[in-house]
């Protein structure tokens, strides 16, 4: 089994939650997957003991688990890349994506190439006569969905 994650970075979600739970919902079902896909909320309490300034824990994301890797699946992670990326211009928020319970890749400033998150996970992508140049092609970002193209600010 695989298991891909894509969480914002970072626990003070508090303004941006309504719109990234929204268009987490939204990408969801707007689209048909090879596998698994759902959207993940868990935030912890805040600890009593802790510092004023603590922020509790918060993962908020996708979760995408397969039984095996195919070329389906690695089209429905290119579309989770490409939605993160034109997520991250519209929030300004920071991404973090990995396989198995390990951070890989982070969804920032940085063009998002094939080449750049093909070669973070450890699952091999099966290979069917792909030239060198089209793993270095950039991934555009997808297009707001049509119930949740509304822009953010900060």
């Not at 003070?12 to 990234?20: G, I, M, Q, Y």
């Not at 996708?62 to 890349?81: F, G, K, M, N």
């Amino acid at each position: 089994m695989v298991e891909l994650f894509a969480c914002v970075d970072g626990y003070d979600l508090e303004a941006a939650a309504p719109l990234l739970v929204n268009e987490f919902t939204c990408f969801v079902t707007e689209n048909s997957w090879s596998a698994d896909v759902w959207v993940v909320n868990d935030r912890e309490d805040l600890d009593p003991q802790g510092a004023a300034s603590d922020l509790p824990e918060w993962n908020l994301g996708l979760s995408l688990v397969a039984d095996h890797v195919t070329d389906d699946y690695w089209q429905d992670v290119e579309r989770i890349l490409s939605f993160l990326k034109r997520l991250r211009g519209q929030t300004g928020r920071d991404f973090v994506v990995g396989v198995n319970g390990e951070d890989r890749i982070s969804i920032d400033d940085s063009p998002l190439t094939k080449q750049r998150f093909g070669r973070c996970w450890s699952l091999e992508r099966p290979r069917r006569g792909r030239s060198p140049r089209a793993s270095q092609e950039e991934v555009e970002p997808s297009p707001p969905h049509s119930r949740c193209g509304g822009s953010f600010s900060a």
